[in-house]
């Protein structure tokens, strides 16, 4: 009886550890809406891309994106364009914060995330997941959109 009571206690033992691996490495897009990421096709000699997304915070605490990574790409950065003698230049975030009950709005000429060392061409139709952390509770996934390179120009009438 002993031996089984104990048994059951490493099974509750075991079973919490499950239940708190699962909670800080899954995905749980608690609070955080990440919608419409995209991306535009690249040239097979493409290394890196940018990406743009809106991200709503739904929830009633602040929350810290900081780190981007997708299995396409060795690394992702989160970037910001600033003046720099009058021309516009990309500059590296450590981290990016999504206000309370706010949204964030990575859009070309302004915030952006960037994918370098990209492992493939991405083409036109092709969907891939992009993963964030955070400083707070939860990691968050997206799908992100590869959209034609002529959308970009405007000349998707032209192929
Ligand atoms: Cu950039």
Excluded: W
């Amino acid at each position: 009886m002993i031996f089984l009571t104990k048994k059951f206690l490493d099974l509750k033992k075991l079973i919490f550890l499950f239940f708190f691996l699962f909670y800080k490495f899954t995905f749980a897009n608690e609070g955080l809406i990440l919608h419409g990421g995209y991306t535009f096709e690249t040239f097979p000699t493409q290394k890196s891309t940018s990406i743009y997304i809106s991200i709503f915070n739904n929830s009633n605490e602040d929350i810290v994106l900081d780190s981007v990574s997708c299995d396409c790409a060795k690394k992702g950065e989160f970037h910001t364009r600033i003046l720099k003698n009058d021309i516009s230049v990309m500059k590296k975030l450590e981290k990016i914060k999504i206000n309370a009950r706010s949204e964030l709005y990575l859009q070309p000429q302004g915030l952006h995330i960037m994918l370098f060392g990209l492992n493939k061409a991405l083409k036109d139709f092709d969907e891939f997941d992009l993963k964030f952390s955070s400083t707070t509770k939860f990691n968050y996934k997206t799908t992100i959109k590869v959209l034609n390179k002529k959308l970009k120009s405007n000349q998707l009438d032209k192929m």
